[in-house]
């Protein structure tokens, strides 16, 4: 048991090893020279000599040796200096950010545990129903192929500016004041419905094929014809194939988890969803460096910290992994 | 007669065309695929061009209406869908290519140290948001062409490939005719090449329809959000230009709606494809 959580958390800290050093190396070996640019742009900044003063020569230390710059950059990662922003100067990165997760928590999460159940058992029911396997299967396909952004432009439109039913930007009236009052949430509900459904929605069709093969394949293995044989309910067959079915799909969500991010910056940007996502566009869109890193940073803590949880819950429902690793068997 | 011998002779080939899902699948994406082709002969206009009036819903003289600024959109699509199709092909050949070889090595010495290596790197490249990394790889480079894009996409897309070749080998390994060779004290070159890759020829078709498709949507992604070739035109960049204009908010629909779906209408395409084909090389599976 201890074994297994070792290994994988091995692979995560040499991810994030791998991550800080891109985010440390990519400014400063790419083409363009963005280091200069950034330091063209402090100068002329009320204030942008201190910055100078301050952060660049702890972190870039543009007179030191690469090794020393690299020492400096995890450093001030460490005591949680991601740098300043640029475009919402002089805010830092770091409270950037801490306004902005919150918003990717309450889109993604939902959305993602929501389809990951609600796909599986709409795969299971298409997997031994024939004539809904032909309706909904073509769907599915739909769903899972959709770009994130378009399928967000198409829910944006219909539910949005065709039925009226829901802002299409933001995530409250502008001239909502944010607090616990009734009005407050119902408007945040409001604004937060479209990105989850479209989120929601594009990853459905993904867990459902996968469910479907899963139980066709399964309930024509010899322990389900043998169960046949002994009068076993279609029923009970179907259970047992669901739940050997269900732990390649635990293993296909920790995978996939890297591409739903990626869907929700762009869903964010369709919907102007002041997320990480929103966030690090916005940024790249006015070349503020640090809160790219930043963004990009975070987005990776957080899959690698959800690949963890799931790889803690793969240990409970999968008695191999449990056993293996522990020696009982 | 001859023709009953070529089909007992090939008879994945006559599965494969007697199956509703790939002659579907097969139809739609020839169809988008000609109009890639041959769309830009056909469209009298140029794609940055003044097309006529702006913000007109389809016509015949434009099929897919045009921009607020007067583009055909019509135009714009086809052009884009060849830039999207080369991107797409570019970037799938080379994550194809490269989660191959790396699952073929890793999967033959698995257990050794080559393995161990190569699925480390391979579960990093695994967990990091490939499109968040897109992103930082972007957008510090200020020029881009379409085969830098392909690159880029490239780099993040083979893991899965590697890992599921990887398996693939695995199970393939412990076949007998690779023992047989194996003693015989055949090369380890040719053990892979002759009894192993021999083998996976169907599961590696099917790997590069899959990859196709996750490129093509990497790169419609990283277009959308102005990162992809910095000259021409591409699906993801015309969607852009539809979102800046606020174009559904004005009602134009076309504008938005058609070029997304066509791109759409692409990728379950080639799923049906997939998918038939899974049904042909899998005769378990048929049954449905």
């Known amino acids: 048991m201890g074994r297994y959580l070792t290994r994988k958390l091995i692979i995560y800290i040499i991810t994030f090893l791998f991550a800080v050093t891109l985010n440390w190396a990519v400014p400063r070996f790419a083409p363009g020279d963005p280091i200069k640019m950034l330091l063209s742009r402090f100068e002329v900044m009320e204030g942008g000599k201190d910055i100078l003063e301050s952060f660049f020569v702890k972190t870039f230390g543009l007179d030191r040796s690469p090794l020393q710059q690299y020492v400096g950059f995890w450093r001030s990662l460490f005591a949680g200096d991601l740098g300043v922003s640029i475009s919402q100067y002089p805010k830092s990165v770091f409270n950037i950010i801490r306004g902005a997760i919150i918003y990717d928590f309450i889109i993604l999460l939902p959305a993602i545990i929501l389809s990951w159940i609600i796909g599986n058992k709409l795969g299971a029911f298409s997997g031994v129903n024939k004539k809904a396997d032909n309706f909904l299967m073509p769907v599915f396909y739909f769903l899972t192929s959709s770009p994130y952004f378009w399928f967000a432009l198409v829910i944006s439109y219909v539910f949005g500016i065709v039925l009226g039913l829901f802002p299409t930007s933001h995530a409250y009236s502008a001239t909502m004041r944010p607090g616990w009052t009734l009005a407050f949430i119902w408007d945040f509900f409001l604004h937060w419905f479209?990105?989850?459904?479209?989120?929601?929605?594009?990853?459905?069709?993904?867990?459902?094929?996968?469910?479907?093969?899963?139980i066709i394949y399964e309930t024509n293995t010899n322990y389900a014809k043998y169960m046949e044989s002994l009068g076993a309910t279609e029923r009970l067959i179907r259970n047992y194939g669901f739940r050997n079915g269900i732990l390649p799909q635990v293993t296909g969500l920790a995978i996939s988890l890297g591409t739903i991010v990626s869907g929700a910056v762009l869903t964010q940007m369709v919907f102007s969803y002041p997320g990480l996502g929103y966030l690090m566009v916005q940024a790249i869109k006015q070349n503020d460096y640090f809160l790219i890193q930043g963004c990009f940073l975070f987005l990776i803590i957080m899959v690698l910290l959800a690949n963890f949880v799931i790889d803690i819950i793969y240990m409970f429902i999968d008695p191999r992994v449990r056993h293996s690793y522990s020696g009982e068997v | 007669m001859a023709g009953k011998d070529f089909w007992k002779r090939h008879e994945n080939l006559y599965f494969a065309v007697s199956n509703k899902k790939v002659i579907l699948g097969v139809t739609v994406f020839l169809a988008i695929v000609a109009l890639a082709?041959?769309?830009?002969?056909?469209?009298?206009?140029?794609y940055e061009e003044f097309a006529g009036r702006g913000y007109q819903p389809p016509s015949k003289e434009h099929w897919f209406g045009t921009t607020i600024m007067g583009r055909d959109v019509f135009t714009q699509v086809v052009f884009g869908?060849?830039?999207?199709?080369?991107?797409?092909?570019?970037?799938?050949?080379?994550?194809?290519?490269?989660?191959?070889?790396?699952?073929?090595?890793?999967?033959?010495?698995?257990?050794?140290?080559?393995?161990?290596?190569?699925?480390?790197?391979?579960?990093?490249?695994?967990?990091?948001?490939?499109?968040?990394?897109?992103?930082?790889?972007s957008a510090y480079l200020p020029y881009r062409g379409i085969a830098t894009q392909a690159i880029i996409v490239a780099a993040t897309a083979w893991p899965w490939t590697a890992r599921a070749v990887r398996s693939q080998t695995l199970s393939l390994k412990s076949q007998e005719f690779v023992n047989l060779s194996r003693i015989s004290a055949a090369p380890t070159f040719r053990i892979i090449r002759e009894d192993i890759a021999a083998n996976m020829f169907s599961y590696v078709f099917m790997v590069y329809i899959l990859q196709f498709n996750g490129t093509i949507l990497s790169s419609v992604g990283l277009e959308f959000l102005g990162l992809g070739p910095t000259r021409g035109i591409s699906l993801g960049l015309v969607l852009q230009n539809a979102v800046n204009w606020n174009a559904l908010h004005l009602g134009m629909w076309w504008w938005t709606i058609?070029?997304?779906?066509?791109?759409?209408?692409m990728i379950v395409s080639l799923y049906f494809i997939n998918t038939g084909l899974d049904e042909v090389f899998n005769p378990r599976l048929r049954e449905m």
């Open chain 1, 194 to 214: 479209m990105p989850f459904l479209s989120l929601f929605l594009v990853q459905l069709g993904g867990w459902a094929i996968g469910m479907r093969n899963m």
């Open chain 2, 81 to 137: 869908l060849r830039s999207t199709l080369l991107v797409g092909f570019l970037a799938g050949t080379i994550a194809s290519a490269i989660g191959l070889v790396v699952g073929f090595v890793s999967g033959f010495f698995s257990g050794k140290a080559p393995d161990e290596g190569l699925m480390a790197l391979t579960n990093i490249f695994m967990v990091i948001p490939s499109l968040t990394l897109l992103i930082i790889l």
């Open chain 2, 258 to 265: 058609i070029p997304g779906l066509i791109l759409t209408l």
């Open chain 2, 37 to 46: 082709i041959f769309g830009p002969m056909v469209t009298p206009y140029d």
